[in-house]
């Protein structure tokens, strides 16, 4: 239960690389199949769809770079995901974390609007980081201190997280030259810089660095041994004198403060305001990612952009094939659900034969 | 005075009821699952399948029965990935439900464009059939469509059943000990498939009657999160069906004065009134749930699907 167990001394390295990638093919070959059937469904040519996705989400430079930017606030939310999970938390709350980075970003936009850049950004992300942190803060510390579960109340918060966007935005904060229209006024352009002018923005390589940091910190601090432990079994880490209350807090906090960082970046960047609307669904999608990577944050990266692949070829296909987006909502519901039928069956069969 | 203060009290009764019972029926629903240890964050998208299936159904027909019915069905449906992810698979039970409520929002977003400002008719008032009762009563009576007692019988039948009966002990005992029923020769996974597709069956209904009875409109993503806050207060009811009534109408109470505090003018942002179910469902649950841990009335068995849902991957 604590550790995983050592490889049989007998099995090959090959045998043992077989297995573990066994089930990650039989669930790319399920998932392309079921997709396919979904698309039968809905009068598409299955082959043709799949080809014509592909093409949306890698074929040219210019969907490669809308990938990125999709890549980025899912690669983040992941995080914000996986990190509670490293000590067993279910945080469903990415999603309001970023709306809540949304906001305590915007709040710093608005009132030093006229600041230069070079303190102007700084201080917007930084607040961003800290609305997101308070928001995975509040039920790391209701789980931590009051064994209030925290599934429930990060999917309540989302809902929570996300009128208030509406309050303001309909309300003190709306500009009055939008004609109506509820949004912000608009953030300094360029804030966060745009590469090869792509909408690619300095977002992806915060996201790619706290990925890469935590998948060190993770496997090799004492932290990360630390969470490991209390996943593993709390009364072991009591015994040696570690708080579960405290790492609940902590990773929750650390974790928001990713979401958070994830709502700044993409209402500062891609949206460019305030509105209602920034995430579509980030949230989930990056729980998705975060449980097909194995809640290991090296691995969210490739998978953060395969699905943020699908995502932006979702968006492609409803332009140009009359396919509708809630299309790539299904296929992403599909792809957790094969992710998880597989994964299961897969266990099983290990347990089954040793 | 005392005849309209009556009278005031009969609308808040009937309109509270009415707003509540689309939650009584999903809340229902999900405590007669967790009963058997299986926990279905599903019910958000099965609730939604209801509401849009319903709607669809009802427009198409003109028949409001028929669209309640169709809702349940659309709730079943849905509710058999729950059971094959869980029961077949033998997968996460978190991750399940949160991939059924996904597909549960795509399917209803794709084929419920159509359905976007269509029209329904409602079921007719029971008024109609009680012309000479008392005033309070027939106030009630005229603003309240069947749906709203036929929940609360089903919650108080519900109830009886698990408590009174052999096959609802038998329910019982597979949510406290999968082990302990197998040694009576009664079969868990089969028990659990039933009841997953119950909950299915009244998520969808109670996404049915949101939509075609209550709201009578049908929008993309129209539950909003009544799905999950069902899973939320199953909790705070301790996982009892009787205590799901009270529960429900509280939140039935609340909605109902937010209404009146926006038809009244209030200026408070209708954003910031909207969170007032989350806001609430979040102290119930905070002020019940450390409690519920402590003095054991969660299904042990569903005890460890918590426990066991952390070590997630």
Redesign the interface.
């Known amino acids: 239960m604590l550790l995983e167990l050592p490889s049989k001394p007998a099995l090959s390295e090959l045998k043992r690389y077989a297995r573990r990638l066994a089930p990650a093919l039989a669930m790319v070959g399920i998932f392309f199949l079921t997709a396919a059937g979904f698309f039968v469904i809905?009068g598409k040519p299955p082959i043709a769809t799949l080809a014509d996705m592909a093409m949306f989400a890698v074929g040219d430079s210019y969907s490669l770079s809308e990938t990125l930017v999709k890549t980025t606030p899912i690669l983040l939310c992941a995080l914000a995901t996986l990190l509670p999970?490293r000590?067993?938390?279910?945080s469903?709350g990415a999603d309001g974390q970023l709306f809540m980075g949304a906001i305590f970003g915007t709040a710093v936009t608005l009132a030093w609007r006229d600041a230069p850049l070079a303190i102007l950004v700084p201080a917007m992300l930084a607040a961003g980081i800290a609305g997101g942190a308070i928001w995975g803060l509040v039920p790391g510390f209701?789980r931590g201190r009051?064994?209030?579960?925290e599934?429930?109340?990060t999917?309540?918060?989302?809902?929570?997280a996300a009128?208030?966007v509406?309050?303001l935005v309909?309300?003190p904060w709306k500009d009055p030259g939008n004609l109506g229209w509820p949004a912000t006024i608009a953030f300094p352009a360029g804030s966060l810089g745009t590469f090869f002018g792509t909408r690619v923005h300095a977002g992806l390589v915060f996201a790619f660095v706290i990925a890469l940091v935590l998948g060190v910190i993770l496997a090799r601090s004492r932290w990360g041994l630390e969470l490991a432990i209390l996943?593993?079994n709390a009364k072991v880490g009591r015994m040696i004198g570690l708080s579960f209350s405290r790492q609940a807090m902590v990773v929750m906090a650390l974790g928001g403060a990713f979401g958070g960082l994830a709502g700044i970046c993409e209402t500062a960047a891609i949206q460019g305001r305030l509105q209602p609307g920034i995430s579509v669904g980030y949230g989930?999608t990056g729980?998705?990612v975060a449980?097909l990577a194995?809640?290991n944050p090296v691995i969210a990266i490739p998978v953060s952009f395969l699905v943020g692949g699908l995502i932006a070829a979702g968006d492609s296909l409803q332009l140009f094939a009359k396919v509708?987006a809630?299309?790539?909502?299904?296929?992403?519901?599909?792809l957790?659900?094969t992710a998880?039928?597989?994964?299961?069956?897969s266990?099983?069969l290990r347990r089954a034969h040793g | 005075m005392a005849e309209f203060d009556a009278i005031t009290l009969a609308t808040w009764i009937a309109a509270s009821s009415r707003s509540a019972t689309p939650l009584l029926l999903v809340m229902l629903g999900e405590t007669l699952t967790q009963r058997t240890g299986v926990i279905n964050?599903g019910v958000e998208g099965e609730m939604l399948m209801g509401a849009c299936f319903g709607f669809a159904a009802g427009a198409t027909t003109g028949d409001p029965l028929l669209g309640l019915a169709a809702g349940a069905a659309a709730g079943v449906v849905l509710s058999t990935?729950h059971a094959?992810?869980v029961l077949?698979?033998?997968?996460?039970q978190?991750?399940?439900g949160?991939?059924?409520?996904?597909?549960?929002?795509?399917?209803t977003?794709?084929y419920g464009?159509a359905f976007v400002g269509g029209k329904v008719d409602s079921l007719r008032p029971l008024g109609a059939h009680f012309a000479d009762a008392p005033a309070f009563i027939r106030t009630i009576l005229d603003q309240v469509t069947p749906t709203a007692p036929l929940a609360l019988v089903l919650a108080g039948v519900a109830g009886v059943w698990l408590y009174r009966t052999r096959s609802g002990l038998i329910w019982r005992t597979v949510g406290e000990s999968a082990e302990v029923a197998r040694a009576l020769g009664i079969r868990p996974v089969s028990v659990r498939l039933q009841s997953i597709l119950l909950g299915g069956a009244l998520a969808g209904l109670g996404g049915a009657v949101l939509s075609v009875d209550y709201t009578q409109t049908w929008a993309q993503d129209i539950t909003?999160?009544k799905g999950?806050?069902a899973?939320?207060l199953v909790?705070v009811a301790r996982w009892n069906p009787y205590l799901v009534i009270p529960t429900a109408l509280l939140f039935g109470v609340s909605e109902t004065a937010v209404l009146r505090l926006q038809a009244g003018g209030v200026a408070i942002?209708p954003?910031?009134l909207?969170?007032t179910p989350?806001?609430l469902?979040?102290v119930v649950?905070?002020l019940s749930?450390?409690q519920a841990?402590r003095a054991g009335s969660m299904p042990a068995d569903l005890t460890a699907i918590?426990r066991s849902?952390?070590?997630?991957?």
């Open positions: 809905i999970a000590l067993g938390l279910v469903v209701l009051l064994d209030v579960n599934t429930i109340t999917l309540l918060l989302n809902y929570v009128l208030l509406n309050a309909y309300g996943r593993g989930l729980f998705l449980w194995g809640h509708p809630a299309s790539a909502t299904i296929l992403q519901g599909l957790f659900a998880l039928a597989v994964g299961g069956v266990a099983r | 964050l990935v094959g992810l077949g698979a033998r997968a996460n978190i991750g399940s949160l991939a059924v409520w996904i597909i549960g929002l795509g399917v977003s794709y464009r909003k999160g999950l806050v899973v939320g909790i942002s954003s910031l909207a969170t989350y806001l469902a979040l649950i905070i749930q450390s841990w918590f849902s952390r070590a997630a991957p």
